[in-house]
């Protein structure tokens, strides 16, 4: 083990890069994602502080998963400090074939979006029981 002290640093927010004209008003970030895999399913976690579950947009068209969190301006007074600037989250994902893109679940629970991308039967692992004779 180390004797180095590991410094924590902070995550800055990564806003969203255009490589187009962009036909979207306002500030939008990249959210920061995990994903992760398990027998069962592809599980995506992505923090979006500030969004309600009413603000999300989750859309799955031509294998292309698409999340969209509007966060609703607040009145706070007069600023005098500001590190957060208040911005909605957008994110595209490519589709694996493997994924069952009729049973995606998404759930938010304290700004952290959780979506469960379950595999298709044919793309889960199994078994193949050897035959004796």
């Excluded at 592809?42 to 923090?47: E, N, R, S, T």
């Excluded at 947009?57 to 706070?76: A, H, N, S, Y």
């Excluded at 074939?97 to 959780?114: K, N, Y």
């Amino acid at each position: 083990m180390s004797d180095k002290k590991q410094e924590m640093e902070p995550i800055l927010k990564k806003e969203l890069e255009h490589n187009a004209e962009v036909t979207r008003a306002g500030l939008y970030y990249e959210p920061p994602v995990d994903i992760y895999e398990t027998q069962e399913a592809l599980h995506l976690v992505a923090d979006m502080p500030g969004v309600p579950a009413e603000g999300l947009e989750i859309d799955v068209r031509e294998g292309v998963l698409t999340l969209i969190g509007r966060q609703e301006p607040q009145d706070e007074g007069h600023i005098q400090y500001r590190e957060y600037r208040p911005g909605s989250f957008y994110r595209r994902f490519a589709l694996a074939e493997t994924i069952d893109q009729e049973r995606i679940e998404a759930r938010m629970v304290h700004g952290v979006l959780s979506v469960v991308l379950p595999k298709m039967e044919r793309a889960k692992p199994r078994k193949i029981k050897v035959a004796t004779t």
